[in-house]
């Protein structure tokens, strides 16, 4: 069952049947209502995420409903129906608010492309809302992938020791974002997570980041300084990129984490502290013993539990978590209003590999919210590498069984047909020698089933 309720409403009890039937075998919620009056009342009394309205309708019309809708129900979104005869009723409607119409006697698709924007549109408010409430939102770490699912349960569990930690992992994938999370699991968790990417220093500069100076110990040393181990007493100390440290402060780093003390440069006097390590690299560590450049006793000090984070590509199930939550967090940080995804966006985000992974991911939505300026996200805008990948992997052609193509000439045929009868169902069934709820059924099966049966 899909979480988004629908009230349907028209004074045509055919079509309150048919679109009651066409989208409860989807798996939607289905409410139906005979007049604006009673569909007023059932919101009063029901939360409901989308209505649909006829617009020519006895007593109140589609075009006042909508505008009580909009005045009391703001989280509730209206699409209208509407005869060929009236679609500039439909584009005035849109105009105060509607969030599209749908034409009688069209394909059923039509209107589910519709319902199916806005069920992205609810995951998207709902994803952001999430982020103001939740004090957990940055870290991400929800999975619906097993390896990944297991690397965060055997976190979870080493979150509770001190023990030392290396996490694994290719660039982008995510690294300090899981050491984030363990500190916040841990019992340091009120204390400091201070992180340091020791790519970023060079061998001396590195080591007065990681131990501090005294005044005087080398020229340009004004003032004593605290360094990064201080500051993480009680708390938690992030090596990024541990597997590019110098060799000489690797030894200085070694006698550390052995000791759980250290001297400033220029300074004989110990100072002790009470911290967890979490490393983390890109870089085959053994490969780095085997050339000389990283100590084999100090990956033994660093690795008493190592977990090793899959790339993106590897993690497709949770592709869509992740696009909907960096659009709420871009949307909120830009202040951006943002409603959907253009038509194909999605399986282009969900097929591209990510070579960067979650942080190449998190650029191009940002990319493509800086770039929006119509509430929706657009394929024009995702990078030109991006979109041409994207070209060579279309297939030319979709090749189908004879049961496919009859089944689409008979739905294009009863289509045809009920758009002559304007939309009249019992006028199409006498016509097609079928009884109404035959008809019902191929609605349901050509218009539903057989391309929306794993949505």
């Known amino acids: 069952m899909i979480d988004f309720k629908i009230l349907v409403v028209d004074d045509e009890e055919e079509y309150t049947d048919a679109y009651s039937l066409i989208l409860s075998n989807i798996g939607y919620t289905v409410l139906v209502s005979s007049s604006g009056e009673e569909c007023l009342k059932l919101l009063e009394a029901v939360n409901v995420d989308a209505v649909i309205t006829d617009i020519k309708m006895a007593g109140m019309d589609g075009l006042e409903l909508l505008q009580k809708i909009k005045e009391s129900y703001d989280l509730c979104e209206v699409i209208m129906v509407t005869g060929y005869g009236s679609i500039k009723s439909a584009i005035q409607a849109m105009k105060q608010g509607a969030f599209g119409y749908f034409i009688k006697g069209e394909s059923p698709d039509l209107l589910l492309l519709e319902i199916e924007k806005l069920v992205k549109m609810k995951k998207l408010k709902e994803m952001a809302l999430k982020m103001k409430t939740s004090p957990c939102a940055e870290y991400m770490i929800h999975t619906k992938n097993k390896s990944f699912s297991n690397l965060l349960h055997i976190a979870q569990k080493a ?15 995510g690294k300090e974002v899981l050491a984030k999370f363990i500190h916040h699991e841990s019992q340091r968790a009120g204390n400091p997570f201070i992180p340091v990417n020791c790519q970023m220093f060079s061998d001396g500069v590195l ?3 990681l131990f501090g100076h005294e005044k005087g110990a080398f020229t340009g040393a004004i003032e004593r300084r605290i360094g990064r181990f201080e500051e993480a007493d009680s708390g938690t100390l992030f090596l990024d990129e541990v597997g590019e440290i110098p060799l000489s402060t690797q030894a200085k780093l070694l006698r550390a984490l052995e000791n759980r003390s250290f001297e400033r440069l ?3 006097k110990p100072i002790h502290v009470n911290i967890r390590i979490i490393s983390a690299t890109n870089r085959i560590l053994e490969d780095a ?6 100590r084999e006793d100090l ?11 899959p790339p993106l590509r590897e993690r497709k199930e949770d592709l869509d978590a992740f696009i909907g939550f960096f659009v709420a967090k871009f949307q909120m940080e830009m202040k951006k209003e943002i409603n959907g995804l253009e038509d194909g966006l999605s399986e282009i985000l969900i097929n591209y590999d990510y070579p960067g992974n979650i942080r190449e991911l998190r650029n191009i939505i940002e990319r493509l919210v800086v770039l929006s300026d119509d509430k929706t996200l657009h394929k024009k805008h995702l990078p030109d590498s991006m979109r041409e990948t994207s070209s060579i992997n279309t297939p030319i052609a979709t090749v189908k069984s004879l049961k496919e193509i009859r089944e689409e000439a008979e739905a294009a045929y009863i289509t045809s047909i009920l758009k002559d009868c304007g ?8 016509l097609l020698d079928l009884s109404r709820r035959q008809l019902f059924n191929k609605i349901s099966d050509y218009g539903i089933k057989n391309q929306y049966s794993n949505k």
């Open 159 to 173: 979150s509770q020791s001190d023990s030392n930690i290396l996490i694994l992992g290719e660039s982008g994938t």
């Open 207 to 209: 080591e007065s980041e």
């Open 266 to 268: 220029g300074s004989n």
């Open 289 to 294: 013993i085997k050339s000389g450049i990283f």
């Open 299 to 309: 990956l033994y000090r660093i690795n008493t539990i190592t977990l090793h984070i």
């Open 423 to 430: 939309g009249n169902v019992s006028k199409t069934a006498k």
